[in-house]
């Protein structure tokens, strides 16, 4: 598994330099909060701030997107990614697409 360190939204990773691109990687999920989690949403909602249910979804959907992602880029040999980025899109009411996506690279520390 590729360190989470060697990751950057950046086009360069400081220190090292790129001696083979991979291509891109990426991965993704689709989840879904159970009706008890939306009921308890909607409550939270009522009160204002932090929707802490929706928060921890969220969050745990974009750590599996990364994890999946790194996986992908493990598989194909790499040893950093650039270029990381996310995407979320609705695909239907109360379900979340999360992407996490970059480009694979092997570097050498200069």
Not at 56 to 80: D, I, Q, S, V, Y
Not at 100 to 107: E, K, L, M, N
Request: charged letters at 20%; a neutral charge.
């Amino acid at each position: 598994m590729i360190d989470q360190s060697m990751v950057t939204t950046n086009v360069e990773l400081s220190g090292f330099r790129i001696s083979r691109n991979l291509g891109v990687v990426r991965g993704i999920t689709v989840r879904s909060r159970s009706i008890l989690g939306n009921i308890a949403g909607g409550l939270q909602t009522l009160f204002g701030g932090t929707i802490s249910i929706y928060v921890e979804l969220c969050e745990k959907t974009r750590a599996e997107a990364f994890r999946l992602m790194m996986e992908n880029a493990a598989e194909r040999g790499a040893n950093a990614v650039i270029c990381m980025r996310y995407d979320a899109n609705e695909v239907i009411s109360g379900v979340n697409e999360v992407l996490a996506y970059g480009t694979a690279v092997v570097v050498e520390r200069v």
